[in-house]
């Protein structure tokens, strides 16, 4: 049976046999605060529900899943496994359950300063994962590199590989040139002007420069 939890921003449905729910409470709303903090803007009530099985989680995603799908967001709603079961139906360890609730509501707030366009993939993606990290540097692979072919792919080329790429790309964006800049590139775009003459604008630099550089950023500070 279902029950509904009230946390003012946001609506949760679980299970009544749940009993995680007093640590997903703590974490949905610190999860929501570090968000709100960074995008410093303010959303929508949205609905967060959670699932207990990957067979659920898949009819709801209308399609089967890989096991590192965790969660998604629909419209106004989002979907994520349990904490309880989170270790069981998803590849990642329980600790990852925080990491997955950063990630998801993030995608509330660029929707909110972007509009409803995911375009650019790699942006819409990478930074969710940059806030999933806490704004710490990823343990990239030495060999890993960002190539304009790989930024330009649309979501049916995805691989789990390529949130390392978005990610390693939006790192360098912010940690070289500032969280603001790359904030005014959402709002810019949002506006209809182009992504590449936003380049210009905000970095001085063009879209080849940026990935060049980014790989230079990627080698001076690797692991």
Known sequence: MEEHL?????????????????????????AFN?????????????????????????KIWGNKTEKFVS??????????FSYSIF????????????????????????????????????LSEGL????QCHGKRFKYKKNLKIKRSLLE??????????YSVYLLFVEYLIK?????SLLELITD??????????????YKKSFNELIEDGNKYHKVTGN
């Open 153 to 162: 792919e649309g979501t049916k080329n995805m691989k789990l590989e390529s």
């Open 87 to 122: 270790d069981k139906e998803t590849k990642w360890k329980k600790e990852s359950f925080y990491e997955c609730l950063l990630h998801e509501i993030s995608h509330l707030f660029y929707e909110e300063m972007r509009g409803d366009s995911y375009d650019p993939l790699w």
């Open 34 to 58: 570090y968000n709100k903090s960074f995008f410093n803007i303010k959303i929508g009530r949205f609905k967060i529900k959670f699932i207990y099985s990957r067979k659920v989680f898949d």
């Open 128 to 131: 969710p994962t940059f806030i």
């Open 71 to 80: 969660g998604f967001i629909k419209d106004d709603l989002m979907v994520l």
């Open 6 to 30: 009230d946390l003012r921003f946001c609506e949760v449905t679980y299970s009544k046999k749940d009993k995680s729910l007093k640590k997903e409470k703590e974490l949905i709303i610190k």
């Open 189 to 202: 775009l949002k506006g209809g002007k182009k992504l590449n003459k936003l380049f210009k604008k905000i």
């Open 176 to 180: 070289v040139y500032g969280k603001k």
